[in-house]
């Protein structure tokens, strides 16, 4: 019969496998939550890119305005007027669009205003989740 001499046996530390289990687990935990927060913040980024758009195309057709009296009939060539460009190319909205897949620019009947039709992907400071509309008095 063999005998066990506890003095003799030499203590090895090692990691027990319920231990292992949760160090796994908040990994997975952390991992998880740090893709969302980049979801997150991908979103904001392509909706502060979508607002910079509009604002940009806004100040563009002002110029075009003060210049000719009127608003450009069309602006998918850029925004021009004689041989001042205003904007070369118009932008085009970051990927992946909630709803519309460009910006969509309309003169009103009197030429004396349009709209800019955009979509946010989120809640930017006041505007809410979903179809917006710029005007050459506001953005909202």
Not at 25 to 46: C, E, M, Q, V, Y
Not at 52 to 80: C, H, R, W
């Amino acid at each position: 019969m063999l005998k066990y001499n506890y003095k003799n046996m030499k203590h090895k530390k090692a990691f027990t496998l319920i231990e292992l289990l949760v160090v796994i687990a908040i990994i997975g935990i952390l991992g998880t939550l740090s893709i969302i927060a980049l979801n997150n913040a991908r979103a904001k980024s392509r909706d502060a890119k979508r607002i910079a758009d509009v604002k940009q195309m806004q100040t563009a057709l002002e110029l075009y305005f003060n210049d000719a009296q009127a608003y450009p009939a069309s602006i998918t060539d850029g925004i021009t007027y004689s041989d001042t460009a205003y904007m070369q190319v118009v932008p085009t909205p970051p990927q992946p669009p909630s709803a519309i897949l460009v910006y969509t620019y309309a003169i009103n009947s009197d030429d004396d205003s349009y709209t800019i039709q955009y979509t946010l992907e989120g809640t930017v400071g006041s505007l809410e989740k979903g179809i917006h509309t710029a005007t050459n008095a506001s953005i909202k």
